[in-house]
C-alpha cells in the first residue's frame, strides 16, 4: 500500500471512527463566552468539545502557546490575538476580560482558547469570575493540561508506584520574591514536582530546593515545547539542570520537572 493510500485510510479511519462515537456538540450561542484548552501543542491534544467550539466561533480569542494548527480551525473566525508570553508583548488581564464581554454583548460567538487547560495556571479562573459578574453567559472547555500531557509525550509518568504517592504542580513565576512559594517546604514532601513559568527563574528554583533538602543527585528535567516539532528535553541532575539546560540554550515555553519520576524516561526507552 503506498504512503498516499495508507494516509487516506487513516483519515477513514478517524472518520468512522468519530461515527461511531456519536458525539453531539453543544451549540455555541450568540453572546455566550467559552472558556477552552488547546493541550500542550500538538493538535491531536485538541478535545472533540475544543474542536466543535473552534469551528464554530465567529471571535476566537487566543493565546501565544497555542498552536498555528489550532487557530486555523477557526476559518470563520475574527481572530485576536492576547499574547500572555512570559517576556514578549501582551494584552493586560484586564483588557482581555473587558475585550470578551465586548465582543459577547456585540452578539458573538466567542471562544477564548488557551494553552494547556484554562485552569490550570491559564487564569481561566479569572475569567470566568469576570464573565459571571457581568452576566455573560460562559462555558469552560477543558484541555490537556501540559503539566501531566507534557510529562507521558516525554516518556515520564507523573505517577510511578513505589516513586511517589501525590504530584505536585507549582508555578515558578514568583520565584525569589516576598510571595513565593515555600520551596523548602515543597522540598520536604519528597514528592515529585512539575514547575511551570519558571525557567527564568530555574536557578533560584534549584537552589531553593536543595536548601529545602532534596539531594544534589535528585533527577531533574527541562522539557521545551512540549509535543510540538521544537520540543527539545534535558536532563540532569537537581544541582546541574540549571546550567544545563543554559547550556543548551534553553528558553520558556517550558516545564520544569523534578524527582525520581524524571529517572523512568532512561529506564523506558531501554537505556542502561
Not at 30 to 45: E, F, Q, R, T
Not at 102 to 112: D, E, S
Not at 132 to 148: C, D, H, K, M, Y
Request: net charge negative; proline share 6%; aromatic share 4%.
Amino acid at each position: 500500500m503506498s504512503g498516499s493510500a495508507k494516509h487516506k485510510s487513516g483519515n477513514a479511519t478517524v472518520e468512522q471512527a468519530l461515527a461511531r462515537l456519536n458525539f453531539k456538540p453543544r451549540e455555541l450561542e450568540p453572546g455566550h463566552v467559552w472558556l477552552a484548552g488547546a493541550g500542550p501543542g500538538d493538535p491531536g491534544c485538541l478535545t472533540l468539545e475544543v474542536l466543535a467550539a473552534l469551528g464554530q466561533c465567529d471571535a476566537l480569542v487566543y493565546d501565544a502557546l497555542v498552536s498555528p494548527d489550532a487557530v486555523a480551525v477557526a476559518a470563520d473566525a475574527e481572530l485576536f490575538y492576547a499574547g500572555k508570553r512570559g517576556g514578549q508583548p501582551s494584552m493586560k488581564q484586564d483588557d482581555i476580560t473587558a475585550l470578551l464581554v465586548r465582543l459577547a454583548r456585540q452578539g458573538r460567538r466567542v471562544v477564548r482558547l488557551k494553552g494547556g487547560d484554562p485552569y490550570i495556571f491559564g487564569r481561566g479562573g479569572e475569567e470566568a469570575l469576570a464573565l459571571a459578574r457581568e452576566n455573560i453567559p460562559f462555558r469552560v472547555l477543558t484541555g490537556l493540561t501540559s503539566g501531566l500531557s507534557a510529562l507521558a509525550a516525554a516518556g515520564i509518568p507523573a505517577t510511578m508506584r513505589g516513586i511517589n504517592k501525590a504530584v505536585i504542580l507549582a508555578t515558578g513565576h514568583a520565584a525569589g520574591a516576598e510571595d513565593d512559594l515555600d520551596w523548602a517546604a515543597i522540598a520536604r514532601t519528597g514528592q515529585p514536582m512539575v514547575v511551570y513559568m519558571g525557567m527564568a527563574n530555574l536557578p533560584v528554583i534549584a537552589a531553593s530546593l536543595l536548601d529545602g533538602g532534596l539531594a544534589p543527585s535528585t533527577p531533574a528535567a527541562v522539557i521545551v515545547s512540549a509535543t510540538t516539532p521544537q520540543e527539545r528535553i534535558v536532563v540532569a541532575t537537581l544541582s546541574t539542570i540549571a546550567e544545563e539546560a543554559a547550556a543548551a540554550g534553553l528558553t520558556a515555553p517550558a516545564l520544569i520537572v523534578v524527582g525520581g519520576i524524571v529517572a523512568m524516561r532512561a529506564a523506558l526507552a531501554g537505556e542502561p
